[in-house]
């Protein structure tokens, strides 16, 4: 099968990319700077913005699937980019969808985010939604919606360096991060064999906020600390940063929110976050960085 995998540079995409190409598969990839894609050993690199129709044309022809995990980086970090998630994610997926189904590809599978009622209204959760609808209005469409990803979290192993960790009201919120891996094991599945059209994906433990950022304090050695932020505070600073970096007062709303409330989906991971921050912690050490 040949397949386009947008997102392909991002912490999943990677993942994807690696596991499509163990079953076979020939893998085209996008990006805008085609050095990012260069280590991926994809058999195609096409570089272009998707928020630009004009830069995507033709991307998908001869193609049988797209995996799309196409997104405005959710690091809390203002260099990752200044647009919010609905002038990002929507625009660039949806000019994907749409040269996509030109194309006549027979699926697409997009990267959504689990959500609950609650959040379903904050500016990261409706651009993912907005896409994940035109996705499912058309045949052969797919979405997956993964709790957070546990390269997401690897920022609190610098945080419970540093210490005190933050956290946003009383840290007793729950919810199962998943290993990307994991994840693109079912991206794999799901792109290659189809599936079912809609899947929410959590990992395998259930793990309290507090108990997520004590696990970081263990790995890196550091005495459990944390330092609880009121929600009013966080909520104030996403409204100030508004018109100055959109993206980081979504970023900031989010994760406040989402702090607040459980986020359990269906386990289907394997792999545990104490693992992951182990790994990554080595990965950091071997590097040459601190964590
Ligand atoms: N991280 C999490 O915990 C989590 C949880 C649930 C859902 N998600 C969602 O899952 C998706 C993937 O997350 P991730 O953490 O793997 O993302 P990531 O590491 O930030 O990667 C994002 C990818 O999107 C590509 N991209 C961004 N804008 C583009 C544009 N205009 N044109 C073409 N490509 C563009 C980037 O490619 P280039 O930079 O190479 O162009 C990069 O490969 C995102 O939509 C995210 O919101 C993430």
Redesign the pocket.
């Known amino acids: 099968m040949k397949v386009l995998v947008?997102?392909?540079?991002?912490?999943?995409?990677r993942e994807v990319v690696k596991g499509l190409m163990a079953e076979g598969a020939e893998v085209r990839v996008?990006?805008?700077?085609a050095e990012?894609?260069a280590g991926l050993g994809a058999a195609e690199i096409r570089v272009?913005?998707?928020?630009k129709r004009t830069r995507i044309e033709g991307i998908c022809d001869g193609v049988d699937a797209v995996f799309s995990?196409?997104?405005?980086?959710?690091?809390l970090r203002p260099s990752a980019g200044w647009r919010g998630y609905g002038a990002?994610?929507v625009p660039?997926n949806l000019n994907l969808l749409d040269v996509a189904r030109r194309a006549g590809v027979g699926r697409f599978v997009y990267?959504?985010?689990?959500v609950v009622p609650e959040t379903i209204g904050l500016a990261?959760f409706a651009a993912?939604e907005e896409v994940a609808r035109a996705v499912l209005a058309g045949e052969g469409g797919h979405v997956l919606r993964?709790?957070?990803?546990f390269?997401?979290l690897t920022p609190y192993l610098d945080m419970a360096r540093r210490g005190p960790v933050p956290i946003f009201g009383d840290g007793r919120a729950r919810s199962n991060p998943i290993d990307d891996r994991d994840l693109a094991a079912v991206a794999v599945a799901t792109t290659l064999r189809g599936g079912p059209r809609e899947q929410s994906l959590g990992g395998a433990e259930v793990l309290s906020r507090e108990e997520i950022a004590g696990l970081a304090c263990d790995v890196v050695g550091r005495p459990r600390r944390f330092r609880r932020v009121a929600p009013w505070i966080a909520r104030a600073g996403a409204t100030m940063l508004r018109p100055l970096h959109p993206r980081m007062s979504q970023l900031v709303r989010f994760a406040t929110e989402v702090s607040l409330r459980d986020l359990v989906a269906p386990q289907v991971g394997t792999r545990t976050l104490r693992d992951g921050f182990e790994e990554a912690a080595r990965r950091r050490q071997a590097d040459g960085r601190t964590a």
Do not use: E, W
Request: hydrophobic share 50%; charged share 15%.
């Open positions: 947008a997102g392909a540079t991002g912490m999943l995409g996008l990006t805008r700077d990012r894609a272009g913005d998707a928020r995990c196409l997104g405005a980086s959710v690091a990002v994610d660039a990267v959504s985010a689990f990261y993912h993964p709790t957070a990803f390269s997401a």
